[in-house]
């Protein structure tokens, strides 16, 4: 059982950065993934990496990157907008896959606003 803790959600102004971090119990699961959900809607991917190398993501606004020494995936957030606003999850997987549902240990959540 892989025990995943997100951290560093907040309140933000529209513009703004944030980085959060997701600290793994253990690094028995190859892939690492980012996912948000929004009130009224579906999980969203993010981007996933595995601890060995490799990322699936799209190029954008959104960074994803793993510290392996401290058992730690990041997502790093730039120029962030309203309607980033969401519940930010991170999971942890056999692959490197965009389906939820393939993700076998969720985080509890932290919770990102971005409002003015």
């Known amino acids: 059982q892989v025990q995943l803790a997100e951290s560093g959600g907040g309140l933000v102004q529209p513009g703004a950065s944030l980085r959060l971090s997701c600290v793994a119990s253990?690094?028995?699961?190859?892939?690492m993934a980012w996912f948000r959900q929004a009130p009224g809607y579906e999980r969203e991917f993010l981007g996933a990496i595995k601890w060995s190398g490799g990322k699936l993501s799209d190029p954008g606004r959104f960074f994803i990157f793993a510290d392996n020494a401290k058992n730690t995936v990041y997502l790093q957030m730039n120029a962030l907008k309203p309607e980033d606003t969401a519940v930010y999850y991170c999971a942890a997987g056999a692959t490197l896959i965009s389906r939820p549902e393939a993700y076998l240990f969720w985080g509890q959540g932290t919770q990102v606003t971005v409002s003015s």
């Open positions: 253990e690094r028995t699961t190859a892939a």
